[in-house]
């Protein structure tokens, strides 16, 4: 159990810093397209493209963190009316409709990125698919942290604060 948890916390560590690196670039990049666009007054056409891209991947990895936290949004009225094993069961139905819902969208997001991979970024000159790519990666990542946190039982994770930039 010592190595699951110790894979499950370094997965999970590293999803969190790529999420921060990508939302400080993205914030970067913007920052610059503004510098450009209204002091150099000669916009660059890569920063929005990137800036998008970026802030798609770090909202998908952020799913798969809030996840794994616990701090997706709930009804709580009728948890706190159940105790013991019903509020278990409540707990793992929840928990197995989101699951498959990440499955299905992981499912449809990579049918999309499938489809779309002959298809570049005129500013990026990288393919599109790679910006598609973040919903399955974030949904199966979902599930992943879907399941550790089932695993985990209903207390709640434990926030690492060693990760926050």
Same mark, same amino acid.
């Given at each position: !159990? ?19 690196? $990508? ?12 510098? @450009? ?13 990137? #800036?998008? +891209? ?9 799913? +798969? ?11 709580? /009225?009728?948890? #706190?009316?159940?105790?013991? +094993? ?8 929840? !928990?197995?409709?989101? +699951?498959?819902? /990440?499955?299905?969208? @992981?499912?449809?997001?990579? #049918? /999309? ?15 599109? #698919?790679?910006?598609? $790519? ?32």
């Amino acid at each position: !159990m010592h190595i699951v948890r110790f894979l499950d916390r370094g997965l999970f560590r590293l999803v969190s810093i790529l999420a921060q690196l $990508l939302i400080v670039s993205s914030v970067a990049a913007a920052f610059y397209q503004v510098l @450009a666009r209204f002091v150099l007054q000669s916009p660059a056409d890569w920063s929005e493209a990137w #800036s998008r +891209a970026s802030l798609i991947w770090a909202v998908l990895l952020g799913v +798969a963190l809030a996840f794994r936290q616990g701090a997706m949004l709930s009804v709580e /009225m009728l948890r #706190s009316r159940l105790r013991g +094993a019903s509020q278990r069961v409540l707990e793992f139905f929840i !928990m197995a409709t989101c +699951a498959l819902f /990440m499955g299905f969208l @992981a499912w449809i997001g990579g #049918s /999309m990125a499938w489809r779309v991979r002959f298809q570049t970024m005129p500013s990026l000159e990288v393919s599109i #698919s790679w910006v598609y $790519l973040a919903i399955p990666v974030g949904a199966t990542l979902a599930i992943v942290a879907i399941l550790a946190r089932w695993l985990e039982g209903s207390g709640e994770a434990p926030l690492d604060e060693s990760n926050a930039l």
